[in-house]
C-alpha cells in the first residue's frame, strides 16, 4: 500500500518558547501522579480520568491553618463548597477543622447531610429563597445577608420559625487594586452597609454578629487583602464605638490565587502567585492599622481555588493528529472544555505521561467537541502520537463544579490516598445517568 502522503510545511523549530517574561523549557514527560503510573491510573479507571491527591489538599490546608495561627488569636478556615463540592473532597476539609462556606440551598444541603453542625456552616450568595432562608435558620447556619430584599425575606423568616438568628451582611469596597464586585453586598462607602445594618436593629428579628467582604477572584496583589482588612477592621470600629455593635466575626472571603498561569501572565502563575502566609500577613497588618491596636474578633477565611487547584490533575488520551492550515499541528484528547473548562482562563501545566522524541513545534491541543472553541492549550510539542497519553496539571478547582454533560459523557474522579491507595469518588456516567431524568410524553409513543 503506498504511504500516506502529507503535504510539507515550513515550521519553525526551537527547544524553547519565549515571551515578555523569558524562555520557556518544552514539558518533561510525567509518568506518575503521587507515585501512581499514570499508565496503572487509565488502564483501570479509563480515560479522561481526573485524579485528586489527599496528601497535597491536606498540606495546603494545614499550610493555611498554621499561617492564621501564627498571626492571628483566633481564626478560622471555612471551606469554599463551590470550588470543589465532591464529597470526599469537602469530607477531607471538616476532618481538617474546616467549616462549610455554601452559596445554594443545594450546596446547604449537602454540608448538612456530610454532617457539618449548622452553627459551623455560612451561607453567601445573592440568591437565597425564602425557602433556603428557613432551612438554614432553623439548621442554626449563619447566613450573610446580600441585599435588602433577602433582608426582608430572612425577618420574614426568623418571624415564621420564632427565632431571632444571627447574620451577617456583606460588604463591597472600592478604591482597591482589584476591580470592584459591587453586584455582591453593600458599598461600604456610600453609605449603603451602614443603612442596612440599622435596617436590621430596627426590625429587632436578627441579631447582626458579623461583617464579610470578599474581594474578588484570583488576586495576585495580596496588598489588596491588607487595604480590605483595613476599610473593614475601620468600619467594624466605627460600629463598636459609635452604635455599640458588638462583632464576633470579620470575614474575608477567598479569593487567593492558586499556582496556575492566567492567560494574560508572562510568567508561571508559580512564579507570581503569593503565598498563603503573604495573604495571611497582608490582612493581619491591615486589621492591626484599621483597630488601631485593639484585639481582632475571629477572622474568617473561605478559601477554595488555592487549597485545592494543584491537588488535581487530568488524563486524557490523544485520540488523533492532524496539520492545521497555519501550519500548526493540532492534537485532539478524549477531554475537551466540557469537563475543563478553566482551560478559557488557564494555559495549564500540561506534560506528555511518556518519553516523546522529536522536535518541539507549535501545537493546539483540542477536546473532542464539535465546536471551534474547545481547545484546551496551545504550546510547544514534541510529535505525539495516537495512544500516547497527556496529564493537565492543576484542575482541582471549578472543574468538577462548572463541567458539563455536553456530547461527552463525564469520566471518573480517583482519588488517591497518601500511600497510594486508590478510589473513585464520582462514577463516570452513562447513557442511563443522562436519561434518568428524562420522560416521553404518552402521546409521542403513541404516534
Not at 501512581?36 to 480515560?47: D, F, I, T
Not at 522529536?358 to 510529535?383: N, Q, S, Y
Amino acid at each position: 500500500m503506498k504511504p500516506r502522503y502529507e503535504r510539507p510545511f515550513i515550521v519553525r523549530h526551537g527547544v524553547t518558547t519565549w515571551s515578555k517574561g523569558g524562555a520557556f523549557g518544552t514539558p518533561s514527560a510525567l509518568s506518575s501522579f503521587d507515585g501512581v503510573a499514570v499508565a496503572e491510573l487509565v488502564e483501570r479507571y479509563g480515560s479522561p480520568l481526573f485524579v485528586l491527591s489527599e496528601r497535597k489538599i491536606r498540606e495546603r490546608v494545614r499550610e493555611l491553618s498554621s499561617e492564621l495561627e501564627r498571626r492571628l488569636s483566633d481564626s478560622t478556615v471555612a471551606w469554599s463548597y463551590k470550588t470543589n463540592y465532591l464529597d470526599a473532597v469537602c469530607t477531607i476539609m471538616h476532618s481538617e477543622g474546616a467549616w462549610a462556606e455554601v452559596v445554594s440551598g443545594m450546596e446547604l444541603e449537602k454540608a448538612l447531610r456530610l454532617g457539618v453542625p449548622g452553627h459551623e456552616i455560612l451561607f453567601n450568595g445573592p440568591g437565597k429563597s425564602a425557602a433556603d432562608l428557613e432551612r438554614a435558620f432553623g439548621a442554626g447556619a449563619r447566613i450573610h445577608i446580600d441585599h435588602l430584599d433577602e433582608l426582608a425575606l430572612a425577618e420574614h423568616a426568623a418571624a415564621k420559625l420564632g427565632l431571632e438568628p444571627e447574620v451577617g451582611v456583606r460588604v463591597n469596597l472600592t478604591g482597591l487594586p482589584v476591580a470592584a464586585w459591587d453586584r455582591f453586598g453593600f458599598s461600604l462607602e456610600n453609605g449603603s452597609a451602614l443603612h442596612a445594618i440599622h435596617r436590621i436593629q430596627r426590625g429587632r428579628r436578627l441579631r447582626f454578629r458579623a461583617l464579610h467582604c470578599h474581594i474578588g477572584t484570583f488576586i495576585l496583589d495580596a496588598d489588596a487583602y491588607r487595604l480590605a482588612a483595613r476599610k473593614v477592621a475601620e468600619f467594624a470600629r466605627k460600629l463598636t464605638t459609635s452604635e455599640g455593635v458588638v462583632l464576633d466575626s470579620l470575614d474575608f472571603g477567598g479569593g487567593f490565587a492558586s499556582h496556575n498561569t492566567l492567560h494574560q501572565q508572562y510568567l508561571p502563575g508559580k512564579e507570581v502567585a503569593p503565598s498563603l502566609g503573604q495573604y495571611v500577613e497582608k490582612i493581619a497588618t491591615g486589621l492591626a492599622e484599621g483597630l488601631d491596636g485593639q484585639p481582632p474578633p475571629r477572622v474568617v477565611l473561605e478559601t477554595g481555588r488555592a487549597l485545592v487547584d494543584d491537588a488535581g490533575a487530568l488524563l486524557s488520551t490523544v485520540v488523533g493528529t492532524k496539520r492545521l492550515t497555519d501550519g500548526r499541528r493540532a492534537v485532539i484528547l478524549d477531554a475537551g472544555v466540557n469537563i475543563l473548562p478553566t482551560a478559557f482562563w488557564y494555559r495549564h501545566d500540561v506534560h506528555p505521561a511518556q518519553e516523546i522524541r522529536g522536535i518541539p513545534e507549535p501545537t493546539v491541543l483540542l477536546g473532542p467537541l464539535c465546536m471551534a472553541i474547545d481547545v484546551v492549550r496551545e504550546m510547544m510539542l514534541p510529535p505525539v502520537k495516537a495512544g500516547d497519553r497527556v496529564v493537565v496539571n492543576r484542575v482541582g478547582a471549578y472543574n468538577m463544579t462548572q463541567w458539563m454533560q455536553f456530547i461527552m459523557s463525564r469520566p471518573n474522579v480517583v482519588l488517591v490516598s497518601p500511600h497510594g491507595e486508590q478510589a473513585v469518588i464520582r462514577h463516570a456516567e452513562s447513557l442511563e445517568t443522562l436519561t434518568a431524568q428524562e420522560q416521553v410524553p404518552g402521546w409521542l409513543r403513541a404516534s
